[in-house]
T-cell receptor
Framework: AQTIHQWPVAEIKAVGSPLSLGCTIKGKSSPNLYWYWQATGGTLQQLFY??????VESVVQLNLSASRPKDDQFILSTEKLLLSHSGFYLCAWSPEVFFGKGTRLTVV | GQQVQQSPASLVLQEGENAELQCNFS?????MQWFYQRPGGSLVSLFY???GTKHSGRLTSTTVIKERRSSLHISSSQTTDSGTYLCALEGWNSNNRIFFGDGTQLVVKP
């Protein structure tokens, strides 16, 4: 079965603290991987995409970074969280886009 | 400019009425998908429909490449259809960017 596992499901973090969100895929070989962010009540914004291991392209600058250490893993991180980082983070693959269940991040 | 435009932005129906959601795009199409976003935020793929017409239960998706549009038809709407519907486009030469419309917020009243 094809699955995307995102972790954690939800997180409450303090401003200035570090963050690491994870995404592990199963059942799809060498897909394109994406990170999306959605502010509460807002639209989906593509943050990063990766075509292959070790290669990540930034689409929107939000003081976040991403890495793809393995073919089936995509990591989103930052050293210092901002209040504006709050929202819903989704990992997805293509072709034929499929999303994980997302991580809800609240920065306080 | 925006690659994908969805309409209407919001729609209120009485249960049993039909809905027609539109997605117009300005770039050459590689793939088109329709998603339903649950109130909790997770996205469910409804159709992967680069061209032609597909049916699934009360839902029908039609993509007409020459006219650069895709539609999602919901027949006999139910209250459980309420939520946000999004179309997503992957264009040729898009450098792997997938463009989402801003969504249609559907409310179906009992």
């Amino acid at each position: 079965a094809q699955t995307i596992h995102q972790w954690p499901v939800a997180e409450i973090k303090a401003v200035g603290s570090p963050l690491s969100l994870g995404c592990t895929i199963k059942g799809k070989s060498s897909p394109n991987l994406y990170w999306y962010w959605q502010a509460t009540g807002g639209t989906l914004q593509q943050l990063f995409y990766s075509i292959t291991v070790g290669q990540v392209e930034s689409v929107v600058q939000l003081n976040l970074s991403a890495s793809r250490p393995k073919d089936d893993q995509f990591i989103l991180s930052t050293e210092k969280l901002l209040l504006s980082h709050s929202g819903f983070y989704l990992c997805a693959w293509s072709p034929e886009v499929f999303f994980g269940k997302g991580t809800r991040l609240t920065v306080v | 400019g925006q690659q994908v435009q969805q309409s209407p932005a919001s729609l209120v129906l009485q249960e049993g009425e039909n809905a027609e959601l539109q997605c117009n795009f300005s770039t050459s199409l590689n793939s088109m998908q329709w998603f339903y976003q649950r109130p909790g935020g997770s996205l469910v793929s409804l159709f992967y429909n680069p061209s032609g017409t597909k049916h699934s239960g009360r839902l029908t998706s039609t993509t007409v490449i020459k006219e650069r549009r895709s539609s999602l038809h919901i027949s006999s709407s139910q209250t459980t259809d309420s939520g946000t519907y999004l179309c997503a486009l992957e264009g040729w030469n898009s450098n792997n960017r997938i463009f989402f419309g801003d969504g249609t917020q559907l409310v179906v009243k009992p």
